[in-house]
């Protein structure tokens, strides 16, 4: 046995093996050691190899997806390595022989299907990334992605600007790449900023050369023609993500819908830190209460939740696209009963894509099977009930439409065969109606009838034998047996009675015996109990032969339901949270009225604290152009600048995902990239927030942001000292402003930059009101035009409790400090805006003036004669290289 084991674990070196042993998956040496810390599972000891003891620890099979889901999480990978001979089978060729056994799937964070596994309300994607080298417009990157719990499969080209951002929206569990991407250093930073696994693989997977007819041939499909068009690089990735299903789920094929090719464009870009930023699918802390998706997700369906999630991952950029699922929501909020009827009918119905999946991945049971029958019957209900409505907008006539398929046919096959109570597996039967099948029920007739005259078989033998404490028993080892006291056994070995009762068992205060009747009636009952499970079995494969054809009616349903979740959980949002219907155009408008933020919104409520204040926002050019203005946001500490930013930035998401908005108007021209940052000190919840990734963070936006772009700078230049970040910020806005020409929120403590909206005609102050009141400061939290007046620091410190002898002390530092003049500094920048020296090009970053810098580093007074004879030899030496 160890030397079968050794030999699978060899095949599957990068696995933690799970070797099934009765009811056990046992995993031996460093295997066992390793699952034994991470599962808290006892190790032990098995049998010797080469000496040493062999270490070994396993977890039960009914508990086996627990462990499994446990050790995914920590990264490990599991191959599992099942029996598939019946032990008998290998008796035969011998007493010592060895169960067959082979791995029949490798388990991987990509690959999962079990519903202890996955998150009802997630889509788990298994993602590949290929490239195409060259090209004029350099390497093409383009990514595959599917979920095979619930058959989605999608490709998309990208290149390497975007790809960051397109992997952060499919946020896989699992990425594939080719060992040479995964080597290349340029790359790597891309695989380590992911939450995702990442696989590296032989370049075979992805051989673009026959890849092609890969896919093809896994669709048995002769062309791909009827899928669209792809590219190289995307029919590589396509290929190679199938080629690790295949992989890993090495005997079975789940159900995979054909390949969709997205457009990259189709969707708002949006980068992994600013998904992070605006918490939009978990807060900075990692938690989902308090993120966007939770304050929003108002679905009662785990497919309505997957594609609510999938579509604030990548809202729209097509106002027709917009403007239908607007329909939709606007539909589901004209009638509030209805709505609610349709709701109660969709929360009935299973999620259908997952049992599917299950069932024909050979994971199913009959449950999955009663899954299918409830959600299908579920989608013919809700057809019915929305077929009478003929105002339904197109998203829902066509959802209606998809529901009417649903296949009626299949629906009676599995309600005529299921019984009402179902067992979890299928393994031990009891799933098929009596009715069904003649043969099952005779069979089942002949295994009851048997036991019956098991049972009646007690009394005659107490009768005849004279032993009243006789009793017929069943184990698992001896089968059937007749059981009698100690002292009353004699009498059956004595004859006439030991011609009939064979001896098989002596305990401490029991005797065993069987006769030869109730030998034949136990066949009887086994044979008959066999025969039954083999019936239900093949009804079994029947329907869930019959379940595969149905496969795309059955996807196509599923969607549709999701559709109406979703559209019927934005009404009871907008209804309830009093959002307004945004217009979405082309145009570069960006116009809120009374906007909120819908976190913090719903946040203060629930605190019973103060109410929430509305502000509106206008960045659009106004006449039609298509330069954004720059809303720069001065105001204290804690007033609320950041609350507001962000607020704008996800009333843009929400308005692309076909949401109605917190606002009471809103007019938005599509965004197509969306950028938000925080300056390094307000960032440090996530560990890494140092002043460089703050940068490097500011390089991208201004290096990408359109005029189709909006961004939120939120106290950028922060993170460095006074003069440093105030430059930083002062440079960022003017760029902004000339070159970027985005739609843009700034929000700063450097006050000195309100100066620029003198020479910047786009750019626009607006401070957070606040009131002093007894030298305490009241946030009024209110947007209006104009600079704040001061910082209010100190004020704000007072409140968080500083000693009041600090406070008195900052006061006076601050009064100190004020006498010497920053405002001329700042005058005299204005009046020499390298912006406006230099045309309409981005500003030079001014060099550093050498003779200034010695000038500054010279402390007259403590210099020695020979010191400063030096100085000024420095002083001619650095003219000379400046004139050179
Ligand atoms: P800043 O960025 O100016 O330091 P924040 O945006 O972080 O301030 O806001 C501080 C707090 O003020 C928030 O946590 C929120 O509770 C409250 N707040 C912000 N904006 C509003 C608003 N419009 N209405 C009510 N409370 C608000």
Redesign the pocket.
Known sequence: MMAQYLEIKAANPDCLLFYRMGDFYEMFFADAEVASRALGITLTRRGKHQGADIPMCGVPIHAADQYLQKLIALGHRVAVCEQIEDPAEARKRGAKSVVRRDVVRLVTPGTLTEEALLTAGRNNYLAAVARQRGGEGGDLFALAWVDISTGEFRVAGTDRERLAADLARISPSEIIVSDAMFAEADLSPLWRDLAAAVTPLSAAFFDAGTAESRIAAHFGVATLDGYGQFSRAELSAAAAVLAYVEKTQIRERPPLAAPVAESSGDTMLIDAATRANLEIAETLGGARQGSLVAAIDRTVTGAGARLLARRLAGPSTDPAVIERRLDAVAWMLADTGRREALRADLAAAPDLVRSLSRLLLDRGGPRDLAAIRDGLERARLIAARIGHARDAPPEIAEAAAALAAAPARLIAAIGGALRDDLPHLKRDGGFVRAGCRADLDEALQLRDDSRRIIASLQSNYATETDIRALRIKHNNVLGYFIEVGANAADRLFAPPLNARFIHRQTLATAVRFTTGALTDLEAKVAGAGERALAIELEVFAALVAEVAGAAPAIRAVAEALAILDVASSLAVLAEAEDYARPIVDTSFAFRVVGG??PV??Q??RHDS???????DADLGSGEGGAAGRIWL?T?????????????NALIAILAQIGSYVPAKSAHIGIVDRLFSRVGAA?DLARGRSTFMVEMIETAAILNQAGARALVIL??IGRGTATFDGLSIAWATVEHLHAVNQSRALF?THYQELTALSARLERLVNVT?KVKEWQGDVI?L???APGIADRSYGIQVARLAGLPPSVVERARAVLRQLEETDRKATVHALIDDLPLFAAGQKAPASAEPDPIAEILDAIAPDDLSPREALEALYRLKAARRRIEK
Not at 609 to 615: L, P, Q, R, V
């Open positions: 909120r933020h913090v919104e946040a203060l604290k103060s109410a929430f204040i509305a502000n946001v105001g204290p500490n804690m007033a609320g600048k950041s609350t507001f930013l962000r607020q307000d939120d106290e929000a957070v946030f939290h209110e947007i």
